[in-house]
């Protein structure tokens, strides 16, 4: 595959094909990943230079649908996931872009000058990116161009009339680029027209300072003055040393690694050929002058012209400004007589002359606490010297007119469910370990020390000094031991090299630096947003500091401008966010605890946070849903904070409610373990709260009770307060989340009665009528919300209708208010419909939608769970042809769930891959990617969960009955209790099918038979996608005819419910593998168990 970015965008295959990728998005994206080779780009990054400002609501899913339709139109393989981010999968060489530099840096400027076909980056679109890379590549070419020019005239090796015509067009084109008039006037004086070029020179001389107020160069002037004098050799001096001068920089070879940077350094380096003046800027440890000077290293292409490192963090006075750049350009003999004899200004008209000759960059260090005397100087040096570039390094900008400002983020840092490998291709962690090993070389970053040095990463921010830090703590500590620390890291974090500047040796000297350079009305809302670990934004600074909200804008912005927050990327329609480092963070809460005013400052967040969630609450089931879902991501560990100090001070109300006023959004976002323990937490305090808020914060405990020992005694005593708190005074019957709250306790109270048709069990009349009244009721969403719960209960509890049109009402219900959400849940249980009833490609439509709808919600596991369904409903028809495809796009899904560290989310992909295996025939696969699984499957809190392990199990003991029944006798009978202890007839059912398999290994076809039977039943019906049932009814008809397996299948098809169940899915006596395989069903199709209601509710 060959990539061209010199003109028109074009891709072509290997046989010269042109090759379509897509839109605008599409193109961007291969574009960028083709500029990044050989290295991938960082999820983040790509993020930004897509969408800039305008990140989508879930940028991470907007990402992948992009990666996806590319990958649809180059090829499975052709758009790889690293550690290190998407990776684009050809060579270097493959792109003109990075062709074109190899050629020129080997001095072949003609063949470079040749890949050009018009435009860089034509046809890529807008994308954020394009301009800045478009303008950078621009400038490189007109570079390169020179030094054709200029080594055409050195070597004599041109034709004088098309030379001048060619620079005579560039002039016109480029009027102030002073390398390309000077070539002009040297090659007109070369071929005999001083006159000629004596014009060429006044006309570029009267440009400059009519237009730009400037004087041309000293180089420019030699030139002239070679003309004037008739000089047969008129090549500019630029390239020549100053007489007296030795190597023209100061830069001195680093002595540790750089780490985690590449990319940012050559966009650096490419800036400053486009810029004239790039500051990079970052809060104190951040790495701004390691990648300064490593930019610097590369961005001058002729080392004749020079380039300097200006060190200004000692300099204290604004006068001793000058004395620093001309120590820098070793100038320090002339300075000190200067100094003598009170002549500054031929100090700087020395450094003007030093800096004349060529292209220099000037490395200017540590400008922040003379930031604005720097501006002034650096405005003056760029205005007197038209080539000069200034690269410089601050925890604020300049402020200097044509400033191109950097802006340092961390290193990035691996998600917690990366391997050791895979975590040292993020930045963050590789600095760590490189380091840790310098100060104890016997360090190994395994599965053991993984955690800890993640842990580490995180909580420093990825901050590159106090990763230095840390890890010279590596001499005497672990890394579990420096991780358990990090509470107090001003004191743990002191070790720093004794050569480094001394607010570099501590990281509390770091941020006592900048806390000393802010006003006091900065330095009191620094100390202040200081609670807030999830960022801040305008309103809820203005709450905590009691000042107008504008005010408070202002006051962030130069907290921003200083690098103690850094703005958060959100919609243009939503609050400015910004987040504060975790570092500067903590020494703001230490401030605040000096100032004794800590219980003040929460006790104001407290109160922003209850009206906050109480104002977004309703809106979680309107058509503001996504908005309300991205301010409550934002602000989530700010609720948790403000949750977490009610808790402390047993403010029972104030508890209680927050708990019940976000509980619907940690609903939608599947964190149900998390809220119902904060539930637990809030309830437990002594007082009083309003009714509602109660009712539903005991709704949210029940939720999670499914992990405890005491379940059903819980249930009963949670149900009966509910019923209390119905009829308590102020309970608020119009609550929608109230009202569906006292369905649940209704249908929990009476059950499912079962009946005399077989696997038909009814909800009782309480329930019924509960359900009627809120169906009956005014709100939409409500009798929506009401329908959908009912009809997934009913097919929890194995009762199957071809009617889908409640479903259907209860879509549109949702679509009415606007509840994305809700669309996609009801979608998604009709794809179910549609798949038991063989309409596979309805249910696919069905998925799609929902997973569209999901992804605007931001739905992560939800949306893994339906992409590894879809993947499900592939597999049921495929073929040999389709094995690769089928791979690649769960390998995509394995990469995404793995991102997003949702291990849930892992639990069911790892299912899908041993079934892929499975079913594509590949046994030693699918043995293989079982015992990741099984090795993966631990207990989870998670809601959802059992039925999750019971399908883990499952598939993983299909694998097993090849070669081991013992073992998968063992592993269904434990799945089959999981499901059952959920009551999740579905999932018993596939159980059932699994047991089934299990019988027909050990010889019992008849009992097979009878298992798919009992299987259907308790499922309400067969299920024509379960592609393990299908294959096993085959090979039975085929071994026992007919009728015999009609007969048999029939005896299991018409058992009631606990009979169905005890035949399909056996959990023996004692437990999960305690005794044989065997049933307690009689041949007449009896039960054991005559109660057959009350062993279902069990």
Request: aromatic residues 4%; glycine residues 8%.
């Amino acid at each position: 595959m060959q990539v061209r970015l010199l003109g028109p965008f074009e891709i072509t295959d290997g046989d010269g094909r042109s090759i379509d990728v897509g839109g605008p998005r599409n193109r961007a994206l291969v574009a960028r990943l083709a500029l990044a080779l050989p290295h991938a780009v960082a999820i983040e990054t790509l993020i930004d230079d897509l969408w800039g400002t305008e990140i989508p609501q879930h940028a991470h899913n907007a990402l992948q649908s992009v990666v996806s339709r590319t990958r649809a139109r180059l090829g499975d393989g052709a758009i790889t996931v690293t550690a290190g981010g998407y990776r684009l999968t050809c060579e270097s060489t493959d792109v003109d872009v990075h062709r074109f530099t190899r050629l020129a840096g080997q001095g072949r400027s003609r063949d470079a000058l040749a890949l050009w076909r018009g435009d860089a980056l034509d046809g890529i679109g807008d994308a954020p990116y394009v301009a800045t890379s478009a303008a950078g590549l621009d400038e490189r070419r007109l570079a390169v161009l020179e030094d054709r020019v200029e080594s055409d005239l050195g070597s004599g090796d041109y034709e004088v009339g098309g030379l001048v015509t060619e620079l005579r067009a560039l002039v016109a084109a480029h009027p102030y680029r002073e390398r390309l008039a000077v070539s002009l006037v040297r090659a007109l004086a070369a071929s005999g027209r001083q006159a000629d070029a004596l014009a060429a020179y006044e006309q570029m001389r009267s440009r400059l300072a009519d237009d730009l107020g400037l004087d041309p160069s000293l180089a420019a002037q030699q030139v002239q003055a070679a003309v004037l004098r008739g000089d047969a050799d008129v090549a500019a001096p630029r390239r020549a040393a100053l007489a007296g001068e030795g190597v023209r920089t100061n830069l001195r070879p680093a002595l540790t690694s750089f780490v985690g940077r590449d990319d940012l350094v050559e966009h650096v380096r490419a800036l400053c050929s486009a810029r004239r003046l790039v500051t990079v800027v970052g809060p104190g440890g951040a790495g701004k002058t390691r990648l300064a000077t490593e930019a610097a290293s590369g961005a001058v292409p002729d080392p004749a012209d020079g380039a300097w490192l200006v060190e200004l963090a000692s300099v204290t006075d604004p006068d001793q400004l000058l004395d620093a750049i001309v120590a820098a350009l070793g100038l320090r003999d002339v300075a000190a007589i200067e100094r003598g004899s009170d002549q500054r200004p031929t100090a700087r008209r020395r450094v003007v002359e030093t800096l004349a000759a060529g292209r220099p960059l000037l490395v200017v260090d540590n400008c922040e606490h003379l930031v604005a005397d720097v501006a002034v100087l650096v405005e003056d040096l760029l205005r007197d010297l038209p080539g000069l570039t200034v690269l410089a390094t601050s925890r604020e900008p300049l402020a200097v007119p044509a400033e191109t400002v950097v802006s340092l983020g961390p290193l990035a840092v691996a998600p917690g469910g990366a391997t050791p490998d895979e975590a040292l291709g993020y930045g963050a962690v590789d600095l760590f370990v490189q380091r840790a090993r310098a100060a104890a070389p016997s360090f190994v970053l395994d599965a053991a020390a993984l955690p800890a040095v993640l842990e580490i990463c995180r909580r420093l921010d990825g901050q590159p000094l106090a990763l230095e830090l840390a890890a010279a703590r590596l001499r005497t500590l672990t890394p579990q031991q420096v991780a358990a620390r990090l509470g107090d890291r001003f004191r743990l974090l002191t070790g720093g090299s004794r050569t480094a500047l001394p607010r570099h040796r501590t990281l509390r000297a770091v941020v006592e630096w900048s806390w000393d350079l802010l006003s006091d009305a900065e330095r009191d809302l620094a100390e202040r947003v200081a609670v807030l670990p999830g960022g801040v934004t305008a309103s809820a600074a203005a709450a905590l500091a009691v000042i107008d909200e504008a005010d408070a804008l202002d006051l962030l912005g130069a907290l921003v401008d200083k690098s103690l927050l850094v703005p958060v990327p959100a919609p243009d329609d939503t609050e400015p966010r910004f987040r504060m480092l975790e570092t500067i963070r903590e020494y703001g809460q230490d401030r605040l605890a000096d100032r004794r005013i800590g219980d003040e400052v929460r006790g104001r967040h407290l109160a922003y946070a209850l009206q906050l969630a109480r104002a977004l609450e309703p809106t979680l089931r309107t058509r503001d849903q996504v908005a309300a879902l991205a301010t409550l991501d934002a602000e989530r560990n700010n609720l948790v904070a403000a949750l977490r100090y009610a808790v402390e001070r047993t403010d029972r109300i104030s508890a209680v409610r927050l708990v019940a006023d976000i509980g619907w959004y940690y609903s939608l976002r599947g964190d149900h373990a998390e809220i119902s323990d904060w539930a637990r937490r809030a309830l437990a305090l002594d007082g009083d709260a309003d009714p509602t808020s109660e009712s539903l914060c005991l709704a949210l405990r029940v939720v999670g009770l499914h992990d405890d020992p005491d379940r059903k005694e819980s249930l009963a005593a949670s149900a009966a307060r509910l019923r209390e708190l119905r009829e308590a005074d102020g309970f608020d019957r119009d609550h929608p989340l109230a009202a569906l709250v006292q369905v649940g306790v209704d249908v929990f109270a009476e059950g499912f009665a079962d009946t005399a048709t077989p696997g038909r069990p009814q909800l009782g009349e309480a329930a019924s009528a509960s359900i009627a009244a809120a169906v009956g009721s005014g709100d939409p969403w409500l009798r929506s919300a009401v329908r959908f719960i009912e009809l997934s209960w009913y097919d929890n509890a194995g009762v199957v209708s071809d009617d889908v049109t409640e479903l259907l009402d209860a879509i549109g219900g949702f679509r009415e208010v606007g509840d994305r959400w809700g669309q996609a849940m009801a979608a998604s249980v009709l794809a179910v419909s549609c798949e038991r009833r063989g309409r596979l490609d309805e249910a696919r439509r069905w998925i799609d939608d929902a997973i569209a709808l999901l992804v605007e919600v931001g739905a992560v596991d939800d949306v893994l769970q339906l992409r590894t369904r879809r993947l499900g409903l592939d597999l049921v028809a495929a073929g040999p042809e389709d094995t690769d495809r089928l791979r690649a796009e769960l390998a995509t899904i394995a990469a995404d769930a793995r991102h997003q560290g949702r291990p849930d989310a892992a639990r069911y992909v790892g299912v899908a891959e041993v079934d892929l295996e499975r079913r594509l025939g590949d046994t030693e696969a699918a043995e293989r990617a079982a015992a990741r699984l099984l090795e993966a499957l631990g207990p989870s809190r998670m809601p959802g969960a059992p039925q999750v392990r019971a399908i883990a199990l499952l598939s993983t003991a299909l694998v097993l009955l090849r070669r081991d029944p013992a073992a998968a006798r063992t592993q269904l009978a434990e799945a089959a209790a999981a499901a059952r202890d959920v009551r999740d007839m579905p999932v018993v059912a596939m159980v059932g099918v699994g047991h089934a398999w299990l019988a027909e290994r050990l010889g019992d076809d008849v009992l097979a038979a009878r298992r798919l039977g009992a299987a259907d039943a308790v499922r309400g019906g067969p299920d024509a996608a379960n592609r393990d049932a299908s294959d096993l009814e085959q090979r039975l008809r085929a071994r026992m005819g007919d009728a015999a397996y009609d007969t048999a299948y029939g005896t299991g098809r018409a058992l009631r419910r606990t009979a169905a169940l005890a035949l399909a899915s056996p959990v023996p006596a004692d437990g999960p593998g305690a005794g044989p395989d065997r049933t307690e069903v009689d041949e007449a199709g009896g039960a054991a168990d005559p109660t057959d209601a009350q062993a279902f509710r069990r």
